[in-house]
T-cell receptor, first 109, second 112 residues
Framework: KNEVEQSPQNLTAQEGEFITINCSYS?????LHWLQQHPGGGIVSLFM???GKKKHGRLIATINIQEKHSSLHITASHPRDSAVYIC???????????FGTGTSLTVIP | DGGITQSPKYLFRKEGQNVTLSCEQN?????MYWYRQDPGQGLRLIYY???????QKGDIAEGYSVSREKKESFPLTVTSAQKNPTAFYLC???????????FGPGTRLLVL
């Protein structure tokens, strides 16, 4: 059973396009982590949010805890945005993060 | 320059051998974690530690062991009891449990 579902699994975009990655989860959570995994395997934390919206540069993350849904948007996409984006909701209790399988994004020049 | 380091980048294990993966952080974080990543699957928690000399099993602890003798260090041993150890192993840390996690570059373990 998957507590976290991401869509799409794979995404190819032209440079400059607006991109949306979706994350739905079935468990009660207190916050949600968006992570970026580079082709070499290293993972970078993009956002941790528990309500509303956060923006950092060209990246925007939104969350609706009641609807159990979060989105990651990338404006004016660039080839360097090519990576796997992972959604990781944090459980209400304990120290558990649930991890999605990721969305693989390729941005073509 | 603060961060998390993992070594080695690649590690080869022979049948019946125990191997140890290193994880060091100089971020002064209390909590540290070990995850395993397999193709097509999300990260799975092996062990975590919230404080020195204490650690807890995660979802897939069987065949693994850890220690937390120093705040900066959280080594993971893959024992011979782990029958399918080939995977990408990621170490992470956070200021306190449940806060933003910072990840190391990972160690890829292969079985000979």
């Amino acid at each position: 059973k998957n507590e976290v579902e991401q869509s799409p699994q794979n995404l190819t975009a032209q440079e400059g396009e607006f991109i949306t990655i979706n994350c739905s989860y079935s468990v009660g959570i207190s916050a949600l982590h968006w992570l970026q995994q580079h082709p070499g395997g290293g993972i970078v934390s993009l956002f941790m949010l528990s309500s509303g919206k956060k923006k950092h540069g060209r990246l925007i993350a939104t969350i609706n805890i009641q609807e159990k849904h979060s989105s990651l948007h990338i404006t004016a996409s660039h080839p360097r945005d090519s990576a796997v984006y992972i959604c990781a909701p944090r459980a209400n209790t304990g120290n558990q993060f649930y991890f999605g399988t990721g969305t693989s994004l390729t941005v073509i020049p | 320059d603060g961060g998390i380091t993992q070594s080695p980048k690649y590690l080869f294990r022979k049948e019946g051998q125990n191997v140890t993966l290193s994880c060091e952080q100089n971020l002064n974080h209390d909590a540290m974690y070990w995850y395993r990543q397999d193709p097509g699957q999300g990260l799975r928690l092996i062990y975590y530690s919230q404080i020195v000399n204490d650690f807890q099993k995660g979802d897939i602890a069987e065949g693994y062991s850890v220690s937390r003798e120093k705040k900066e260090s959280f080594p993971l041993t893959v024992t011979s009891a782990q029958k399918n150890p080939t995977a990408f192993y990621l170490c992470a840390s956070s200021m306190v449990a449940q806060e933003t996690q910072y990840f190391g570059p990972g160690t890829r373990l292969l079985v000979l």
